[in-house]
């Protein structure tokens, strides 16, 4: 079981104390974390100073990431926010947990397994939840037994109004922008970090599991003006498509991508402008936390880990959303920094997919007793080592209405089946053809690599 955590006050002190059981001794881990603040953000794809955007403006991010580890691999088992958060909450790949939309629930096939924050707090840690954690559309989509605590907050009447336009013409009354009035406490998320803030000054009896779930840069693309102030609109240019590129098949995008097929390059700049703003925005919170964590002389005893939930595309194959299984929609950040972290301001190529992070928090605080559900594997050893190996392959599904779209990604390959290949197969070559626009799978010089990635999508457990 988890070593016996004094107070708050004392763990400041004698926050040197303790560590893990190192399995190897070659890639021991010291750990004297004490806590854990889990960050969660809403459609965040890698659009960070840290992972190398030139455009992004994120000196927080990029700040944590000089603290610990950047996953330049990780990736996510379902490009969609109920599915993903479901799978790498509850460690189960979302075939296996039976949640492959944003409607179902939770709670009608999670069953008696155990999710991350509730093994958590059957090991004594005070579990507290902010924002948008599990999918809440609704109260059975979350796990209530998993917190001791939850919050969540609404944007201020001063903070809905300001400039905005729809980027659709209305067709998705989702997508629109708005620089809006107010600060950041007048938008949800700047509530959210100020009560993170407010609980990480609290003093308390036991160590505690924080989740905070960001949801911007989610749309629709609303931040306060100071946000798009930050990017003018001709930094903003729209990706490039091949002159001669098309669509593998109909339903390698979801069907509305006709709508989106009507922007004009105004539209996409001022599409590309909103996500950054809202990047931006989400940076600064990320900034508070971190600033109550030093302040309150906790920084040098808390595992941090930043996620975003998925990936998202911003016009790379013509697409500017999620649900797919391309690298735009399946590779998202991942930093983590504490003591568990060996070397800090590194990056690392290690393939990892979001199921692994269950198993890893436990392994590297110090739990026993993982519960005998999880599918995925622990990580620590990247945490000492950055260059170790760890996975041949990472996975990933998605859907379009009854079918499943299934990929395998290698770091030479990946590849995808579409109803078991009876629909189509796409291959891209991952260091050749990073952008994934020249499907190989018709051409017969490849298909001894097909039959062997097909191999390893067909005897994958789900």
Same mark, same amino acid.
């Given at each position: 079981?988890?070593?016996?955590?004094?107070?708050?006050?004392?763990?400041?002190?004698?926050?040197?104390?303790?560590?893990?059981?190192?399995?190897?001794?070659?890639?021991?881990?010291?750990?004297?974390?004490?806590?854990?603040?889990?960050?969660?953000?809403?459609?965040?794809?890698?659009?960070?100073?840290?992972?190398?955007?030139?455009?992004?403006?994120?000196?927080?991010?990029?700040?944590?990431?000089?603290?610990?580890?950047?996953?330049?691999?990780?990736?996510?088992?379902?490009?969609?926010?109920?599915?993903?958060?479901?799978?790498?909450?509850?460690?189960?790949?979302?075939?296996?947990?039976?949640?492959?939309?944003?409607?179902?629930?939770?709670?009608?096939?999670?069953?008696?397994?155990?999710?991350?924050?509730?093994?958590?707090?059957?090991?004594?840690?005070?579990?507290?939840?902010?924002?948008?954690?599990?999918?809440?559309?609704?109260?059975?989509?979350?796990? !209530?037994?998993?917190? $001791? @605590?939850?919050?969540?907050?609404?944007?201020?009447? %001063?903070? =809905?109004? *300001?400039?905005?336009? &729809?980027?659709?013409?209305?067709?998705?009354?989702?997508?629109?922008?708005?620089?809006?009035?107010?600060?950041?406490?007048?938008?949800?998320?700047?509530?959210?970090?100020?009560?993170?803030?407010?609980?990480?000054?609290?003093?308390?009896?036991?160590?505690?599991?924080?989740?905070?779930?960001?949801?911007?840069?989610?749309?629709?693309?609303?931040?306060?003006?100071?946000?798009?102030?930050?990017?003018?609109?001709?930094?903003?240019?729209?990706?490039?498509?091949?002159?001669?590129?098309?669509?593998?098949?109909?339903?390698?995008?979801?069907?509305?991508?006709?709508?989106?097929?009507?922007?004009?390059?105004?539209?996409?700049?001022?599409?590309?402008?909103?996500?950054?703003?809202? !990047?931006?925005?989400? $940076? @600064?919170?990320?900034?508070?936390?971190?600033?109550? %964590?030093? =302040?309150? *002389?906790?920084?040098? &005893?808390?595992?941090?880990?930043?996620?975003?939930?998925?990936?998202?595309?911003?016009?790379?194959?013509?697409?500017?959303?999620?649900?797919?299984?391309?690298?735009?929609?399946?590779?998202?950040?991942?930093?983590?920094?504490?003591?568990?972290?060996?070397?800090?301001?590194?990056?690392?190529?290690?393939?990892?997919?979001?199921?692994?992070?269950?198993?890893?928090?436990?392994?590297?605080?110090?739990?026993?007793?993982?519960?005998?559900?999880?599918?995925?594997?622990?990580?620590?050893?990247?945490?000492?080592?950055?260059?170790?190996?760890?996975?041949?392959?990472?996975?990933?599904?998605?859907?379009?209405?009854?079918?499943?779209?299934?990929?395998?990604?290698?770091?030479?390959?990946?590849?995808?089946?579409?109803?078991?290949?009876?629909?189509?197969?796409?291959?891209?070559?991952?260091?050749?053809?990073?952008?994934?626009?020249?499907?190989?799978?018709?051409?017969?010089?490849?298909?001894?690599?097909?039959?062997?990635?097909?191999?390893?999508?067909?005897?994958?457990?789900?």
């Amino acid at each position: 079981m988890k070593k016996f955590r004094i107070q708050w006050l004392i763990v400041f002190v004698l926050s040197v104390v303790g560590c893990t059981q190192p399995k190897d001794e070659n890639t021991t881990v010291e750990n004297s974390d004490q806590n854990v603040l889990f960050i969660i953000v809403d459609d965040l794809k890698p659009t960070l100073g840290s992972y190398g955007d030139t455009l992004a403006i994120t000196p927080n991010v990029d700040r944590l990431a000089d603290m610990g580890i950047q996953f330049r691999n990780a990736h996510c088992n379902f490009a969609v926010c109920g599915p993903s958060r479901g799978s790498f909450l509850s460690g189960l790949r979302p075939e296996t947990l039976g949640i492959l939309d944003n409607v179902t629930p939770l709670q009608s096939v999670l069953g008696d397994r155990v999710t991350l924050p509730h093994f958590f707090k059957q090991n004594g840690f005070e579990t507290v939840g902010i924002g948008k954690t599990f999918h809440d559309k609704e109260p059975d989509h979350e796990d !209530t037994k998993a917190w $001791d @605590a939850y919050f969540k907050f609404t944007t201020s009447e %001063l903070g =809905e109004k *300001g400039e905005k336009r &729809n980027l659709t013409n209305g067709e998705f009354p989702w997508c629109y922008w708005q620089a809006a009035e107010g600060e950041d406490i007048d938008q949800q998320d700047g509530q959210v970090t100020q009560k993170a803030v407010d609980l990480i000054s609290t003093q308390r009896d036991k160590p505690f599991f924080l989740a905070v779930g960001l949801h911007k840069p989610h749309d629709p693309f609303v931040a306060p003006k100071k946000y798009f102030d930050m990017y003018p609109l001709e930094n903003c240019t729209p990706p490039s498509l091949p002159e001669d590129w098309e669509r593998a098949y109909p339903y390698s995008l979801p069907g509305w991508s006709e709508v989106f097929d009507k922007m004009t390059e105004q539209d996409q700049r001022e599409f590309i402008r909103s996500y950054y703003a809202c !990047t931006s925005f989400m $940076d @600064a919170q990320v900034g508070r936390m971190l600033d109550a %964590l030093e =302040e309150t *002389g906790q920084l040098d &005893n808390t595992l941090i880990v930043l996620i975003g939930d998925h990936g998202y595309h911003l016009g790379e194959h013509g697409w500017w959303n999620k649900v797919t299984v391309y690298e735009e929609g399946t590779n998202a950040p991942m930093i983590i920094a504490g003591n568990a972290v060996k070397n800090k301001g590194v990056e690392t190529e290690a393939l990892v997919e979001f199921i692994d992070i269950y198993p890893t928090l436990i392994d590297v605080m110090g739990i026993e007793g993982a519960p005998e559900h999880l599918q995925g594997e622990s990580f620590a050893t990247v945490l000492a080592t950055p260059t170790a190996d760890f996975k041949e392959a990472v996975y990933a599904v998605t859907k379009r209405g009854d079918m499943l779209g299934r990929m395998v990604k290698t770091k030479q390959w990946r590849y995808i089946e579409w109803d078991g290949g009876e629909q189509g197969k796409e291959l891209y070559h991952q260091t050749e053809d990073p952008q994934e626009y020249q499907n190989l799978a018709l051409d017969p010089n490849y298909q001894a690599q097909i039959e062997k990635l097909s191999s390893l999508l067909r005897n994958k457990e789900i």
